[in-house]
């Protein structure tokens, strides 16, 4: 978690910078939540990460250089420069990049799974995040009910982070509560106060075990306040102060944090230096990177077909003329 | 034995089937009840557990198609009608398109996209929709006109590693009958002279050949020899035949059964004029459906898109100029 | 120590500027990394610009109030060499990306719009190709042509078949098929090149005028001379005398332009094999007619046998021609395509002439003087002078 907040506030500072192009998106608060999914993953499930599941990556084993790279467009990227900050993976270890449209993943995890089903692989899960925004799309209804019936072992995982950009719950749905939808589509549901790291772990860790277990898919609603912007372009001044200061608005590592000196896990010296720690991956990783060239348009051989017989030539073979 | 365009897409998927575990069928009533156009008939029994049933989820269904795929799995989707693949429209271009370009993973899935029209189908059940899928990168789009190519290119489309587009035109599927299935054929990407000529060249693809191939034998009484080209495939186009034929005839006619702006007429000429401009003896022309919505009523639609009638006008027009 | 750039950062995805609204630290003092030093206001937030190191503010570019566009340097801040390794900007690769490489998609603040007035450079209405009257030549056609060296006179012959009967290529090929069936030559290379001359210079309009003259002081003065020039240099120098007073008549029209000649330099037609040669008597004003025979003598010899150097021909600005040594009488030469005139000289003849003085006719040798022009850059009566002035100089063949 400490990681993940600690590579977001560089990416933040970077962009602030101007170091990075197009939009940065952090996951400030949603960490606690984020990593009990990761951690409650094995090698060989599928995870599909949305925008703010950083933690979430690193715990699943995403390297921290894969972040760096595609959010410094590095052409040692997994992405390779061609796509960008959140939407990076590796598909065949089994994270998938997301695209845009939210709730577009869901389908894609159900569709891994059931490959994994044809080859009768056992007891994987495939997990995948939304927030509350995403349970509105035509995608997400399609996806969830697509994989009840099939019965997958799909956890999804919804971030109530009150706010999708700046439309709050009262704009994104009617019914009393998220969960609710779970028995419209005839799954488990599953709820927690996502500020919360050890009900998170405990939470994700029954879902992520029924679905494992053969308990058809999981839907997780966890309640949490967005502590960053859409995107660091947005300064999210529609989130009232008394939202900040609730209990819902609590820092996850704050709370993680004090439970760990309540528990005497480790003490003030202990924690300053998991965060120091921390900081110096984060600094060795970016100033690695920063040293990386991006891609170089000119040898790129810009084909988006694996057929490369198949692939059209359309402009005049000059290639100054035409990036 | 003779069989039909549509049975021969039967058999195309049923080899797959039987040749490559990683094929399955996905799509709503292919099941037990063998597709809405009977298609997959059958399937389901000779193959359990590979032909499924899917829930009126387009944009699900695609995605779970791509998802397979990246499993190492080759889906054929199979989309009740093209008009209907609209819902899934995001799952093909935002994702199945893009995945190999980012990812360098590739997305080999199949989408079967029963196209065109037939009397009283009406505006959601006719549409031909290869040029909107043509304009994004990262996709194949076939356009069989000929049983055997129904065949064969169906086979070839489920052994690309790419994502393809496969429009099977609905009224070929029970009016268009072959002796026997291919044991060869033509690549993927070139087109074919179905009908050499000498006069001027149509260039059409999927069920406007037949309507071509027509407009020609009835000019052929008047003493002018039209050559007829088959695309086969829209994305890849096979420029260099299109251009050599044009070089032979000096004139074109470029006919196709969906809307003018932006269609493969378009390109076609698009690209006939900069790769051949010093090749055409006349301006190219081009025909279309009408810029409408097609109509249900068969009086209207029969004029809405191009028969062998008005190709006939068109290339005697053509010939004139 | 370093200096790098504070620079105005992407605020949001359609954010191109920012006002600076306050300053929270002042040139010299020292910041942290990623301390905000600069507070700015777009119109969908305020937000903070940070340190870009950790080091001494060097000074503040920016003013208060002010709108600076995305990618903007702001100020400086002076980082240690350490600072520098630090963040990897001791690297040349590096120091490109300090600044956001955002290029010409950034609109300038302040940038106003010149408006300019967006001038057609087609004008008039499209003919739709196929219209009647509308005749054009297909770029299958033209290429063909172009191929075969072919121009729009060599299809005079055909007949088109095509809208507005135009030449179609089915047409052209079965012309050029037809044509498989006559007896074919090939043509020398110099009749080809006339052939063009001659093509291009008749895309004016071209007309003539003419005069006869007596030669029979011409005729008298030639008996006496040694070396004997012949009739046509007489008329060459004649006319360079002419022309001298008045060259302009002799000057070609560009656009809306007259082209002086620059001397008179003066060709004569020579035959050779095939076609036709001009060596050229340079300055023919200046030097008098017992100078130049030699020189022309000379020329035509060297014409005759093709031996013509390079700097003996080109860069006349008119010809004189001798067609009566064919025997014709009468003829209407076509200017060379770079010359607006050309100086024609008949057959002499026997013809009966009214004397005045005797009161009856005379036999005298007679010889038509006809002058073919441009006549876009002269008319019949600046034409008709000018012959008249040659004529009247040949009369008085001891002042040439």
């Known amino acids: 978690m400490l990681l993940s907040r600690v590579l977001d506030e560089k990416m933040a500072s970077l962009y602030r910078g101007g170091k990075i192009h197009g939009g940065v998106f952090l996951g400030r608060g949603q960490e606690a939540l984020s990593v009990s999914v990761g951690l409650a993953l094995r090698k060989g499930d599928i995870f599909a990460p949305l925008i703010r599941d950083g933690a979430g990556r690193l715990a699943f084993g995403e390297p921290v250089l894969d972040a760096v790279r595609t959010y410094l467009g590095s052409a040692l990227g997994p992405m390779r420069g061609r796509d960008g900050n959140v939407h990076r993976g590796r598909p065949r270890e089994g994270l998938f990049p997301m695209i845009s449209h939210l709730g577009a993943m869901i389908s894609v995890v159900n569709g891994a799974l059931l490959a994994r089903r044809f080859r009768k692989v056992e007891g994987i899960v495939g997990a995948t995040c939304v927030g509350e925004g995403g349970t509105s799309t035509g995608a997400f209804h399609e996806a969830l009910n697509q994989a009840a019936i099939e019965r997958l072992p799909l956890v999804l995982v919804v971030a109530n982070n009150q706010f999708a950009y700046s439309t709050p719950n009262s704009r994104q749905f009617a019914c009393r509560e998220l969960g609710d939808k779970a028995i419209g589509y005839g799954v488990t549901a599953h709820k927690v106060d996502g500020t919360d790291l050890e009900q998170c772990l405990h939470t994700l860790g029954g879902a992520v075990g029924q679905a494992r277990a053969g308990g058809g898919p999981q839907l997780v609603v966890a309640e949490l306040l967005r502590l960053c912007g859409h995107g660091e372009h947005d300064d999210a001044h529609y989130i009232t102060a008394q939202l900040k200061h609730s209990r819902l608005g609590r820092d996850c590592l704050k709370v993680a944090e004090e439970h760990l000196l309540r528990q005497h896990w480790a003490d003030a010296a202990g924690v300053r230096k998991f965060r120091q720690e921390a900081v110096l991956e984060i600094e060795q990783a970016v100033a690695l990177v920063q040293r990386e060239a991006g891609p170089d348009p000119f040898k790129e051989n810009w084909c988006a077909l694996a057929s490369r017989h198949l692939s059209e030539r359309f402009e005049t073979p000059d290639p100054a003329a035409n990036p | 034995m003779s069989l039909t365009y549509l049975e021969a897409i039967r058999e195309a998927q049923a080899k797959a089937l039987a040749d490559d575990p990683r094929v399955f069928i996905y799509g709503q009533d292919v099941g037990d009840f063998g597709g809405a156009f009977k298609a997959t008939k059958n399937l389901a029994a000779e193959f359990p557990g590979r032909v499924l049933d899917a829930p009126i989820s387009e944009d699900a269904i695609i995605g779970a198609a791509i998802g397979a795929a990246i499993e190492g799995f080759r889906p054929i989707v199979e989309m009740q009608f093209a008009d209907f693949s609209t819902p899934g429209f995001n799952q093909i271009i935002n994702h199945a398109a893009t995945l190999f370009w980012r990812t360098n993973v590739p997305c080999p899935i199949t989408v079967r996209l029963p196209s065109g029209g037939t009397s009283g189908s009406g505006p959601f059940h006719s549409q031909s929709m290869e040029a909107i899928y043509a304009h994004y990168p990262g996709l194949i789009v076939m356009t069989p006109a000929t049983v055997e190519d129904a065949y064969s290119m169906l086979l070839e489309a489920v052994a690309i590693d790419d994502p393809v587009i496969f429009c099977e035109h609905k009224y070929l599927y029970y009016h268009l009958k072959a002796e026997c299935l291919p044991t060869e054929a033509m690549p993927v990407g070139k087109a074919r002279i179905a009908r050499a000529g000498r006069d001027l060249t149509i260039v059409a693809y999927s069920a406007m050949l037949h309507e071509a191939l027509a407009a020609a034998e009835e000019m052929a009484g008047e003493g002018t020899e039209i050559e007829v080209v088959d695309l086969r495939t829209i994305k890849p186009l096979d420029t260099d035949t299109v251009v050599a034929s044009v070089a032979r005839t000096g004139r074109l006619l470029c006919v196709g059964e969906a809307w003018p702006w932006g269609g493969v007429t378009a390109e076609v000429i698009a690209r006939v004029a900069t790769e051949g401009f010093d090749l055409l003896d006349a301006p190219p022309q081009r025909l279309n459906a009408k810029d409408t919505p097609i109509p249900y009523h068969p009086d209207l639609w029969s004029v809405h898109r191009p028969t062998a009638r008005s190709i006939v006008a068109a290339a005697r027009n053509l010939l004139r100029m | ?400």
């Open chain 3, 1 to 400: 120590m370093k200096q790098i750039p504070i620079i105005m950062p992407q605020l949001g995805e359609s954010i191109a500027e920012a006002t600076v609204i306050n300053f929270l630290i002042k040139a010299g003092e020292e910041v942290a990394a990623d301390q905000d030093i600069i507070e700015v206001e777009t119109n969908k937030a305020t937000m903070n610009v940070s340190s870009p190191g950790k080091g001494i503010v060097r000074d503040f570019k920016a003013k208060l109030n002010e709108s600076y566009p995305v990618g903007a340097v702001l100020g400086h801040v002076e980082i240690s060499v350490e600072e520098t390794r630090r963040l990897g900007l001791d690297q040349p690769a590096s120091e490109e990306a300090q600044a956001p490489a955002n290029g010409g998609s950034v609109a300038k603040t302040g940038d106003t719009e010149r408006k300019r007035k967006v001038e057609p450079t087609v004008r008039g209405l499209p003919v739709p190709a196929h219209a009647a009257g509308a005749s054009y030549m297909s770029p299958r056609m033209k290429a063909r042509m172009d191929e075969l060296g072919l121009h729009a006179a060599d299809l005079a012959g055909v007949a088109g078949s095509g809208a507005a009967g135009r030449v179609t290529i089915q047409d052209f090929e079965r012309f050029l098929a037809n044509l498989e069936k006559h007896k074919l030559t090939s043509a020398s290379t110099m009749r080809v090149a006339v052939a063009d001359a001659m093509r291009r210079s008749w895309t004016r309009p071209i007309a003539t005028v003419a005069l006869p003259c007596l030669f029979e002081a011409l005729l008298a003065h030639r008996k006496a001379s040694h070396p004997k020039a012949g009739p046509a240099l007489y008329a060459l120098r004649a006319l360079a005398v002419a022309l001298a007073e008045n060259s302009a008549v002799a000057g070609r029209l560009i656009g809306n332009k007259i082209v002086h000649p620059p001397s008179i330099d003066l060709g004569f037609a020579v035959e050779a094999e095939e076609g036709v040669l001009v060596p050229v008597l340079r300055k023919a004003d200046v030097r008098p007619l017992s100078e130049l025979v030699g020189r022309y003598n000379e020329l035509v010899e060297l014409a005759r046998q093709r031996r013509l150097p390079n700097d003996a021909t080109g860069g006349s600005i008119a010809t004189v021609t001798n067609f009566g040594t064919f025997g014709l009488t009468w003829a209407t030469p076509i200017p060379l395509p770079e010359q607006t005139l050309v100086l024609g000289l008949g057959a002499g003849k026997k013809v009966p002439h009214w004397d005045e003085k005797k009161g009856q006719f005379v036999p005298v040798t007679e010889a038509n003087l006809t002058l073919s022009f441009d006549h876009r850059v002269l008319d019949g009566g600046a034409a008709g002078r000018l012959l008249s002035k040659v004529a009247a100089l040949l009369q008085e063949p001891e002042t040439l």
